[in-house]
């Protein structure tokens, strides 16, 4: 289970880093990745990142100014959002994936809501 923290407010151009820690379990097997679903629109692809770190792959909209990290020991991942745009607010949700390329996620977090104001 995949449980993503550290969402909020944040004002435009400010910073906030999200937590996506899995319990129950090691996912140091798994890609993780990053979504989110703003109101109204499809959940999209921001980021992801390889079991072993060494891979990362990100959005147009958010390369540069988003980071993907991970600690396996910790079992935990990161989404660091940096120079955040009133069109960053979302519902971000964190997944796990077994193959890389990921084919199919098959492990969801319930999501933290990210809010930016301009």
């Known amino acids: 289970q995949l449980v993503e923290s550290g969402g909020g407010l944040a004002q435009a151009g400010g910073s906030l880093t999200l937590s996506c820690t899995a319990s129950?379990?090691?996912?140091?097997?798994?890609?993780v990745g990053w979504f989110r679903q703003a109101p109204g629109k499809e959940r999209e692809f921001v980021g992801v990142i390889r079991w072993s770190a060494d891979s990362t792959y990100y959005a147009e909209a958010v390369k540069g100014r988003f980071t993907v990290s991970r600690d396996n020991a910790k079992n935990t991942v990161w989404l660091q959002m940096t120079s955040l745009q009133p069109e960053d607010t979302a519902v971000y949700y964190c997944?796990?994936?077994?193959?890389?390329?990921?084919?199919?996620?098959?492990?969801w977090g319930q999501g933290t809501q990210v809010t930016v104001s301009s």
């Open positions: 997944a796990g994936g077994q193959t890389w390329p990921v084919l199919t996620y098959d492990s």
């Open positions: 129950g379990g090691a996912f140091t097997d798994y890609a």
